[in-house]
């Protein structure tokens, strides 16, 4: 028997079981078995919880292994079916009453219903010895209520941490310190502004950055020696079931010179401000402006040095975002135009992503932009255009970078479906044969997209080389 480890998150690995390796007898050549315990171990920890624990029969030599290996226990993994809560958490607190310390990762997600009301058992759990020395935890329950002071009894070892569903009061957070944490996730919590900073302040190598649907705070001001990504999404402005509630309005990245990816600025009137970030080079996604039905405005506002753009409109094409390479922008009518004065405000961009919702404008070139308009001024080598159909202001947008991009390399274009008439006959209205890049390649594909919102499950997606892009 061999196993491989393919690619994955930071949280995550998968494990591929392939073919035992055959012997000159013919016989299969069980290698792996002679390893000693600690690299065995290692591979049961990234196992997902089920398999880890069916490596107990694979052979004699495994069945002790699981017990004392780093415990991974994902209840999401190991939820029935069917069945009463009450025998759900007996099974968990059985696996954690027989396994030894130390852990790696305990997770409790929000959505596990067999747990509901049931967080004195979590917080039983939480206090086992067999989570000792956990390194990574994902604990969200199912009601606004204050926060254990056991859940961070490991504060000292943990290197990844998502919680969610409670309050984060100020006594418990301002005691708190991360040693090795590099990536933190609050997701459907309260928490006040001077907490938020505290915690952010007690991370000292935090790397990754994830705040989902918070409120309690109006600002986030970054200052951090080592963050390289932030996301922000659904953390107010503007939602009704939390008028009573402090929402955020205003992000100000004050100092975070490692910082390379900003995301998501689709919250609704935020107003964001970049003052030093020397290494940002993923920005998105950037939102076309937007008014409710009483006329407010809740698009996104971003000051970038002395660049100010209200939705997709730039008060002042001063060059300022010299450093960033990739940037997704979402817009309720395709606009050749805006994107071409977003172009200007960031001269260096190689990829960009459009996402649109109608078709709008017919998109014609015009004159208005002869800067941006000349190709050396064109430096995209990546083109993603999301919900393409084919109609004419879809046409005359991509046109344009398909005849002006002297060093467009790829221009993907995501379809519903892939038939090869209609393939055929967009590359005719395209004009492919006129490309100004002659190795250029355009495809059109069904299983990638731009991220949504919902495709952001956990603060390690910010971790992803490009996290704008996904494949079903």
């Not at 013919?26 to 290698?31: P, T």
């Not at 941006?372 to 393409?388: E, F, G, H």
């Not at 919902?454 to 892009?469: E, Q, R, S, T």
């Amino acid at each position: 028997m061999e196993i491989e480890m393919e690619g994955g998150g930071p949280s995550s690995k998968r494990i591929r079981s392939v073919s035992p390796a055959v012997g000159e007898d013919g016989e299969g050549e069980d290698r792996i078995s002679a390893l000693p315990d600690d690299p065995l171990h290692q591979i049961i920890s990234l196992l997902p919880t089920k398999d880890g624990a069916r490596t107990r029969i694979l052979a004699s030599r495994w069945r002790h292994l699981w017990r004392s290996a780093p415990l991974n226990l994902d209840c999401n993994d190991l939820a029935p079916k069917r069945g009463f809560s009450g025998e759900f958490a007996g099974f968990v607190s059985g696996i954690l009453s027989s396994h030894l310390p130390p852990a790696r990762r305990l997770c409790v997600p929000r959505h596990t219903l067999y747990l509901r009301g049931r967080d004195a058992t979590v917080d039983a759990w939480i206090r086992s010895p067999a989570l000792d020395n956990l390194q990574e935890l994902d604990l969200s329950y199912t009601g606004d209520h204050p926060l254990s002071a056991s859940t961070f009894r490991f504060s000292a070892t943990l290197r990844v941490v998502t919680i969610g569903g409670c309050d984060l009061s100020d006594s418990t957070v301002q005691a708190l310190h991360f040693p090795l944490l590099k990536q933190l996730g609050i997701e459907y919590v309260s928490i006040t502004e001077c907490s938020l900073h505290s915690m952010i302040a007690s991370c000292p190598v935090l790397e990754c950055l994830f705040i989902r649907h918070a409120v309690g705070f109006r600002c986030i001001r970054i200052n951090s020696p080592s963050l390289k990504s932030i996301g922000i999404l659904d953390c107010g402005t503007y939602r009704p079931r939390w008028m009573d509630q402090i929402q955020l309005k205003e992000v100000i990245i004050e100092s975070a010179p490692c910082l390379e990816k900003l995301l998501d600025l689709s919250n609704y009137g935020l107003h964001a401000s970049v003052v030093f970030a020397p290494k940002l080079e993923i920005l998105g996604f950037l939102s076309e402006m937007l008014r409710d039905l009483k006329g407010v405005n809740l698009s996104t506002r971003l000051v970038f040095g002395s660049t100010v753009t209200q939705g997709l409109g730039a008060d002042n094409l001063a060059m300022v975002g010299r450093t960033v390479k990739i940037l997704g922008v979402n817009m309720k009518y395709l606009s050749l135009d805006r994107v071409i004065e977003l172009m200007g405000c960031f001269p260096c961009l190689q990829k960009l992503y459009v996402r649109w919702y109608e078709a709008g404008e017919k998109n014609l070139s015009r004159c208005e932009h002869p800067r941006i308009i000349r190709c050396s001024d064109i430096r995209l080598k990546t083109v993603v255009v999301a919900y393409y159909q084919g109609y004419t202001s879809e046409v005359n947008f991509a046109t344009f970078f398909v005849l002006n991009a002297k060093v467009l390399e790829l221009m993907m274009f995501q379809v519903t479906s892939t038939n090869d008439e209609f393939i055929a006959n967009q590359k005719k209205k395209l004009q492919l044969e006129r490309r100004a890049s002659r190795g250029a390649q355009f495809h059109f594909i069904a299983d990638t997209y731009l991220r949504e919102v919902f495709d952001f499950n956990h603060v390690g997606d910010l971790d992803l080389a490009d996290p704008l892009i996904c494949r079903r």
